[in-house]
């Protein structure tokens, strides 16, 4: 079966890719290589195309007879999403847009979307089911939420089958040390602690101390990217079986603090971490955990890598290497 990944050069793409390797599906890549690298996609067909290129994106499409998207191309700064909405809205939205209208045009029904725990704003109660309301506050979150109402629309109309995944805090590398994170600019925790650790960055700014949380830090789950990766593929084979919509978080219920995360870092890289307090950040809810039940119960998904100190340490040995080629 051929499927094509569309923002397979990035982060999570790149790990779906080499997920893929042990199977039989049949991968290509599209890409517009804006924030992705072209040496993950290598010893793959890949599709240099932007999304908003409505005309090559059909003629990708209808040439290659795909029987599944996964569609991993987003714009992921929150920060940025509230300086630069038209960015986000553009791409996370008009964009995937263009992607959907040309595969329901050629009969291409099977989609996998990255949606995110942002969709959930500062969430009702903890941990988060997917029932609970869709209250996003960052421009980013409403991205997502927007593309998950027309997925439900478009499966009304069009027999569009979609499985939306809400992804918690993605991190961690492929514990072969060829793939990991790896954004211009950085932004998230755990890539940002290491690179003090490893001496490309001085100090590490925490964002607010004054949460309601038993250290005043902000609470996030944790869950490595290969966890992520196996997420997908269940959810794939679940919905060429099934033919069947659904919605999943992905997360490992289980929350740790901004602190407790520089602690264990400092206790994997034997190095102090340098920090200082900053004022809050906007769009930060005090604290996400997932009800992970549901992907456990109906996929069958377990966490390999749900340690904190193993999603540390592949975070290292990658944050190594970046910090040796640099
Ligand atoms: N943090 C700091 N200092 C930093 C960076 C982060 O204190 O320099 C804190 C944040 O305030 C937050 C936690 O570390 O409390 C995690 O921040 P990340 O930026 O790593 O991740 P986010 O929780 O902001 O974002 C992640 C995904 C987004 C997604 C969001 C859902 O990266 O794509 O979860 O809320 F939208």
Not at 229 to 257: P, T
Request: hydrophobic fraction near 35%; include cysteine; aromatic fraction near 10%.
């Amino acid at each position: 079966m051929k499927i094509l990944v569309v923002g397979g050069a990035g982060y999570i793409g790149s790990h779906m890719i080499k997920r893929f390797q042990d199977t039989d599906y049949e991968i290509d890549i599209l890409d517009n290589l804006s924030t992705g690298f072209e040496l993950n996609a290598q010893n793959y067909k890949l599709h240099i195309c932007d999304l908003s290129d409505k005309d090559h994106v059909h003629q990708i499409l209808k040439e290659n007879k795909y029987e599944a998207v996964m569609h991993f191309a987003s714009y992921i700064n929150v920060g940025e999403s509230y300086s630069n909405p038209n960015k986000y809205y553009e791409n996370n939205v008009t964009n995937t847009l263009n992607l959907l209208d040309s595969m329901v045009d050629l009969k291409i029904l099977n989609f996998i979307f990255s949606s995110s725990a942002a969709v959930y704003g500062e969430p009702q109660s903890i941990p988060i089911t997917e029932d609970q309301m869709l209250s996003p506050v960052s421009p980013y979150g409403n991205t997502k939420a927007i593309v998950e109402k027309i997925l439900k629309d478009y499966d009304k109309a069009h027999a569009l089958k979609y499985v939306s995944l809400r992804y918690f805090n993605a991190c961690g590398a492929h514990t072969d040390g060829s793939i990991g994170e790896r954004h211009n600019p950085e932004t998230h925790l755990i890539p940002l602690i290491l690179q003090v650790a490893s001496g490309r960055r001085e100090i590490f700014s925490i964002y607010g101390e004054d949460y309601d949380t038993k250290d005043g830090t902000c609470i996030r789950d944790y869950v490595h990217v290969m966890d992520l990766a196996e997420a997908h593929l269940l959810s794939l084979e679940d919905l060429i079986q099934n033919q069947k919509s659904d919605i999943y978080n992905i997360g490992n219920n289980l929350g740790f603090s901004v602190k407790e995360i520089i602690n264990i870092a400092e206790t994997i890289t034997h190095q102090k971490i340098p920090y200082e307090i900053l004022a809050r950040r906007k769009g930060d809810p005090t604290q996400l955990i997932a009800d992970n039940t549901k992907i456990i119960e109906k996929l069958n998904w377990s966490a390999n890598y749900s340690d904190l100190n193993t999603i540390i340490m592949t975070a290292w040995e990658w944050e190594k290497r970046l910090s040796k080629s640099n």
